[in-house]
């Protein structure tokens, strides 16, 4: 890696800044000539295809950016930077839909920063994963009738290496057809030489600081994996199960005393009883002694405040080897702790005649034996959580063990005040109460793991004294007696010990490189909000203890796809979505696009097919545009235009004072992660005023004759199309890279293009004022055609009733609204005497508009159509207030089906009001 970043900088020195101009351009002029081709996004004409096939455009476009170099920079200390690191996907992997989200959103800040001019970094990279990857591959072997046990360790390693190598490239491969724009020059794993450099110095660096220490603890244990877990490694369910009531005979005396348990093969592992000691019920029996029932062995009654009165009984078992409270109350009342389940999931030897029993076996015997003796005083149905197995979902067990820990409170208090003052910043800012929440309530961290996949522990045993080496490199003697007979202790560590290191160890750590001055702390983590105790938490304590510096200032939290009903998305029930299965359906832009639009800081969102649908209608939208654009044209060079030669009018001043505002509130929302409105806004933008509106304007001066209004509206057109498309590209690249290319002067690609920043010379209320008054007279005459059933091809007059500047511009802009509503003649008044007979009418701001009917349509059909109408509006809203009234409906119907039950109540009630109102049109 030194060496690599060495000839980096030799590079530099030497004029790489040159080179890679011309190799930009060279890539351009290549992009350029393969975006001609007919069935790329040309015809045989050379014009744009007349349909948008993202498939034969997408992975072209690709190859030439990576032929570009376009998603590497060197680092440049002259210019800001902006760095993110990728939330490293498991190896072995495949991209699901969150991955999908999650990289859009990262994807959309960088290729926003990099035509920002920053000096831009997205460091890619993938995780070892070891449970995942290792119950892969015992997978694979078993079905060569393997286990890894019969490999050995060293073999089985190799294999899983092997198994890397070859499936390894999937991931990446898939990032790559969403559009990823990773700097791939710089692509990590979390096993590779640096990276595993990087997890010794900190271990060891840890352990000397007496941070990391071994020790006996309960833990969770997963009896398939072989393995212990953290907590956030465990998933609760809820489960049926049942509540068993035993008698414990008191020792001396008649008598009992009744625990209720959930897991009644688990006392015979017992060694107390607690009661509470508030509990008056069972204060004279504290410090006497009750018989464990099978085992017939003497444990004590204790007084502790974690026994509930009001659970069960009020007394409990207490397990210590099995129980996490158990085994914090066996330290408290100095209790043995007997371990009766093994890590295979069977009954030890302390089990006695138990001993190789499968535990749920085991529960069914013990059962049948206190039923026997007398002792089962009754059993109940009980629902309670159960904690599984994140990766293989077996029941976990919780059981002591010798395991290595993180000493988390000296890390956890300064990782508390990095929030606390700002320095990193939550987005959005309820996590960061979540956050907090949690490292002030932290346990030490189990950072052991019995697997053979992953970071061996960088700890020896001496075999002749019994002295434990901490070393980064491997010892060949022992530092206190000389021997050669070293051991390394057989455990890799927690896949998220190595992760948490990803923000600095990518960038080379522990050498002092160039990236690492320049770019960490790294400008923001995009991830979701279910890792922010697996990983987010764990990289700020560790950039803080090791870097001396937080590893990133923001953290933006996004929420979890979900399927169309609210549920979590699966496979088994059908309602997972593919992503690479939707890119071969509608294109990367369409998937990209869905996935932000409507999505906000934090909350999940639900992914609906019909919103891919409008994503690709949108994508079409654009790419006509474009086309009418370009085939209007012809030999036009914007760059030869003096824009004091141009002829102005309100509606080109209009929608380049739109543009302006628009780039302007888009890199605003952008700034405080608001994606989706970002999204939202050039979506609006572009569907409505600029193809909608100003195309639909243009259209009269491109085939007019006078050829200084039409290079006016030539260039116009050019110069808006240019901004949408490079406000589009982080949101859309591949779509906005092919017009691109075809725009007149494009050289390199869009990415490297500067970002449109606002102007004040193009800042122009007034002929956005002057505008809406335009565009609102003719929506409403519009809404009057529509609603009264005006054929499209029939002109109408219509009347405008307006004062002052609204009228001027009305009387000025006459024209414009005869075209575009579809009229005969438009007449402007200061004031009416009388309403026109049987006009519809609508209220715009500052004016009263009115189409009269007579004679334009069958006026007594028309009130019988819209009477109908009516009645049928009428009567679906009564329906739906009288479902939404229904207490049955509105308890048992999931809360999508409700909403959509109240949205067309709403909608029922705003078609009545309209027909009503239409109606006293005619009848006036």
Aim: aromatic share 8%; glycine share 6%; with cysteine.
């Amino acid at each position: 890696m030194a060496m690599a970043m060495a000839m980096a900088q030799a590079k530099a020195e030497a004029g790489a800044e040159a080179e890679a101009e011309l190799k930009a351009e060279a890539a351009a002029r290549g992009m350029a000539r393969a975006q001609r081709k007919p069935g790329l996004i040309t015809d045989e004409t050379g014009e744009l295809a007349t349909r948008y096939n993202p498939l034969e455009m997408e992975e072209k476009i690709y190859q030439e950016w990576l032929r570009g170099g376009y998603f590497h920079q060197e680092v440049d200390p002259s210019r800001k930077p902006f760095c993110i690191v990728i939330p490293p996907p498991n190896v072995t992997g495949s991209l699901h839909i969150g991955h999908a989200l999650d990289n859009t959103l990262q994807d959309i800040l960088v290729r926003w920063h990099r035509m920002m001019g920053d000096n831009t970094v997205w460091i890619p990279g993938t995780d070892h994963a070891g449970i995942a990857t290792q119950v892969k591959v015992e997978a694979a072997l078993a079905k060569e009738g393997l286990s890894r046990h019969d490999l050995g360790r060293e073999e089985f390693v190799r294999r899983v290496w092997q198994w890397k190598e070859k499936y390894g490239g999937t991931i990446r491969s898939q990032l790559q057809r969403l559009g990823a724009s990773c700097d791939w020059e710089r692509e990590r794993f979390t096993m590779d030489e640096g990276l595993s450099r990087a997890v010794r110095q900190v271990f060891v660096r840890l352990y000397e600081k007496g941070l990391i220490y071994r020790g006996t603890y309960i833990i969770n244990w997963c009896p398939r994996c072989h393995t212990s877990l953290s907590d956030l490694e465990v998933e609760h369910e809820e489960s049926k199960g049942t509540l068993y009531y035993i008698r414990y005979p008191l020792v001396g005396e008649e008598g009992h005393i009744t625990v209720a348990t959930t897991r009644p093969e688990t006392m015979l592992g017992d060694t107390a009883v607690a009661v509470n000691p508030g509990d008056a019920r069972y204060r004279r029996l504290v410090g006497r002694k009750v018989i464990l029932p099978i085992m017939n062995r003497e444990v004590p009654v204790i007084a502790d405040e974690h026994a509930d009165p009001e659970f069960g009984t009020g007394a409990v078992k207490v397990t210590p080897a099995h129980d996490p409270n158990d085994f914090e109350m066996g330290l408290r009342h100095d209790l043995p702790a007997v371990k009766v389940i093994g890590e295979d999931g069977r009954m030890t030897k302390e089990a006695g005649k138990y001993e190789g029993l499968d535990r749920y076996a085991c529960r069914e015997k013990v059962v049948e034996e206190l039923v026997s003796l007398g002792l089962l005083e009754k059993a109940e149905a009980h629902d309670h959580a159960v904690g599984h197995c994140q990766r293989c979902n077996t029941v976990v067990e919780p059981m002591i063990s010798r395991q290595w820990f993180v000493k988390m409170r000296p890390l956890a208090e300064p990782a508390i005040k990095a929030v606390e003052d700002g320095r990193i910043r939550f987005v959005p800012e309820r996590f960061a109460r979540i956050y907090l929440n949690w490292m002030e309530n932290i346990h030490d961290w189990c950072i052991s793991r019995q697997l053979w996949w992953g970071h061996r522990i960088p700890v020896w045993y001496c075999g002749e004294c019994g002295e434990t080496i901490a070393s980064t490199e491997d010892p060949m003697r022992c530092p206190k007696c000389g021997s050669a007979k070293l051991e390394q202790d057989p455990d890799v560590l927690d896949t998220w010990f190595s992760s948490a290191l990803w923000p600095f160890s990518t960038m080379g750590w522990p050498e002092d490189t160039p990236e690492l001055r320049h770019f960490y702390p790294t400008s923001v983590l995009v991830t979701a909000y279910d890792i922010i105790f697996f990983w987010v938490a764990r990289m700020i304590f560790m950039g803080l203890e090791f870097m001396g510096e937080v590893p990133f200032h923001d953290v933006f939290i996004h929420g979890l796809v979900r399927a169309s009903s609210g549920k979590k998305m699966s496979k088994s029930l059908g309602t997972g979505v593919d992503p690479l299965e939707v890119v071969d359906r509608y294109g990367a832009d369409v998937l990209r696009f869905t996935l932000v639009t409507g999505n906000t800081p934090g909350n999940d969102m639900r992914f609906r097919e019909e919103r891919l649908e409008a994503s690709r209608n949108f994508a079409n939208k654009l790419w006509n545009a474009a086309r009418f654009v370009l085939m209007n044209l012809g030999d036009f060079d914007p760059a030869a235009v003096d824009e004091r030669d141009l002829e102005l009018l309100p509606a080109d001043r209009w929608i380049r004072s739109r543009a302006n505002r628009v780039a302007d509130k888009v890199a605003s929302h952008l700034r405080e992660y608001e994606v989706g409105e970002a999204a939202r806004t050039l979506y609006d933008f572009t569907w409505d005023e600029f193809c909608d509106w100003y195309i639909e304007i243009s259209k009269a001066r491109l085939y007019g004759e006078d050829v200084t209004a039409r290079t006016t509206a030539r260039y116009v057109l050019v110069e808006t199309l240019g901004r949408v498309l490079r406000l589009l590209h982080p949101f859309m690249p591949f779509i906005t890279e092919g017009i691109w290319q075809r725009l007149p002067g494009a050289r390199a690609s869009i990415m490297v293009s500067p970002w449109p920043a606002f102007d004040e010379r193009l800042d122009d209320p007034e002929a956005e004022a002057e505008m809406a008054t335009l565009m609102d007279v003719t929506r409403a005459i519009r809404n009057i055609r529509s609603e009264m059933n005006v054929p499209p091809q029939k002109k109408v007059d219509a009347i405008v009733v307006a004062t002052g500047r609204i009228a001027e511009v009305l009387q000025a802009g006459k024209d414009l609204v005869v075209r575009l509503a579809g009229l005969a003649r438009l007449s402007v008044e200061n004031r009416l005497e009388r309403k026109p007979e049987k006009a519809a009418s609508a209220v715009v701001t500052s004016a009263e508009v009115y189409v009269p009917l007579v004679g334009i349509i069958d006026l007594d059909a028309e009130v019988r159509r819209l009477e109908k109408e009516l009645r049928a509006a009428e009567a679906a809203l009564d329906a739906a207030e009288r479902k939404l009234s229904n207490p049955d409906f509105v308890g048992k119907a999931s809360e999508e089906v409700v909403e959509r039950e109240r949205a067309r109540r709403e909608e029922y009630a705003e078609k009545r009001a309209r027909l009503a109102a239409r109606l006293a049109d005619l009848r006036a």
